[in-house]
């Protein structure tokens, strides 16, 4: 399958097109990626992330499955790529991993039908999206800071084209421990029925992104910790867990917290294993 990614060389990015793991530049030159920085495989205007899409995360949080997908936006400023590190903020204690698939939109899509949205998707990559559940009290509707906070946003490496997103595995690892791992059988709408949906409110452009939801099992990670996301197909996510140097700025706003909320979503079951 066609592949595209897009990488920091000397100093300059470049747009790579990959076949059987050999990139080349625009120009037919084919290059390395040894000494290249990683970035994210697209540019997107918008980011948008769907709540509860896997059956198993709805029965670990105990939750009734919704007549429809309700969503978020992330900020573009929180997008981070392969091999870069995503900092947890001094004083945060709950950085959840949320290995998942993302949508990459082809063209300008609005209002269009299930039936045609396949041609509306330029392809797909894997995401991480983090999320600091400290701020989950003040934040549970919007999500700003739970999702939106810098470096958060891991997306990559690359953009695989003519990808079928059916009965494909997911993995997440921490340290190389299996930590996550479902099918996207278990989603409960497709990624076509998510962007058909979005698309009656949304005009998406290309490279816009769609995340699909997270399975079961995303538990906070600490400092130091290796984070790896892998599809069938797709390929691998991998990202360090850094410890942010400088404080949150005091008096301005909320806190970060810690309650029996936050930990009944960023703990999951484990937290009934602790009362």
């Given at each position: 399958?066609?592949?595209?990614?897009?990488?920091?060389?000397?100093?300059?990015?470049?747009?790579?097109?990959?076949?059987?793991?050999?990139?080349?530049?625009?120009?037919?030159?084919?290059?390395?990626?040894?000494?290249?920085?990683?970035?994210?495989?697209?540019?997107?205007?918008?980011?948008?992330?769907?709540?509860?899409?896997?059956?198993?995360?709805?029965?670990?949080?105990?939750?009734?499955?919704?007549?429809?997908?309700?969503?978020?936006?992330?900020?573009?400023?929180?997008?981070?790529?392969?091999?870069?590190?995503?900092?947890?903020?001094?004083?945060?204690?709950?950085?959840?991993?949320?290995?998942?698939?993302?949508?990459?939109?082809?063209?300008?899509?609005?209002?269009?039908?299930?039936?045609?949205?396949?041609?509306?998707?330029?392809?797909?990559?894997?995401?991480?999206?983090?999320?600091?559940?400290?701020?989950?009290?003040?934040?549970?509707?919007?999500?700003?800071?739970?999702?939106?906070?810098?470096t958060l946003g891991a997306v990559?490496?690359?953009?695989?084209?003519?990808?079928?997103?059916?009965?494909?595995?997911?993995?997440?690892?921490?340290?190389?421990?299996?930590?996550?791992?479902?099918?996207?059988?278990?989603?409960?709408?497709?990624?076509?029925?998510?962007?058909?949906?979005?698309?009656?409110?949304?005009?998406?452009?290309?490279?816009?992104?769609?995340?699909?939801?997270?399975?079961?099992?995303?538990?906070?990670?600490?400092?130091?910790?290796?984070?790896?996301?892998?599809?069938?197909?797709?390929?691998v996510l991998q990202n360090i867990?850094?410890?942010?140097?400088?404080?949150?700025?005091?008096?301005?706003?909320?806190?970060?917290?810690?309650?029996?909320?936050?930990?009944?979503?960023?703990?999951?079951?484990?937290?009934?294993?602790?009362?």
């Amino acid at each position: 399958m066609k592949t595209l990614r897009r990488i920091l060389l000397d100093g300059n990015p470049k747009t790579l097109t990959g076949e059987d793991s050999n990139y080349f530049d625009d120009e037919g030159k084919k290059i390395s990626l040894s000494n290249c920085e990683h970035l994210p495989p697209v540019i997107p205007r918008v980011i948008v992330c769907v709540h509860l899409n896997y059956k198993s995360r709805l029965e670990e949080l105990g939750r009734s499955q919704p007549v429809a997908p309700t969503y978020f936006l992330k900020p573009i400023s929180c997008i981070n790529s392969h091999m870069n590190e995503v900092i947890r903020p001094a004083g945060c204690k709950f950085l959840n991993y949320e290995g998942e698939i993302a949508l990459v939109v082809g063209k300008k899509a609005k209002n269009i039908e299930i039936e045609e949205a396949h041609k509306y998707i330029l392809g797909y990559t894997i995401a991480n999206d983090f999320g600091l559940h400290d701020f989950r009290d003040t934040d549970e509707n919007s999500m700003v800071r739970v999702k939106g906070t810098d470096t958060l946003g891991a997306v990559g490496p690359e953009l695989v084209v003519g990808w079928d997103y059916r009965d494909k595995v997911i993995k997440t690892y921490v340290n190389d421990e299996l930590v996550q791992e479902s099918n996207t059988n278990d989603m409960i709408w497709n990624p076509e029925y998510l962007l058909s949906d979005l698309s009656r409110s949304i005009t998406f452009e290309k490279g816009d992104l769609i995340l699909t939801g997270t399975p079961s099992n995303s538990r906070p990670v600490e400092p130091g910790s290796t984070v790896r996301v892998e599809v069938e197909g797709l390929g691998v996510l991998q990202n360090i867990i850094k410890e942010g140097k400088d404080t949150l700025l005091k008096g301005y706003g909320a806190e970060p917290k810690d309650s029996e909320h936050i930990r009944s979503v960023s703990l999951g079951s484990d937290n009934k294993k602790n009362i």
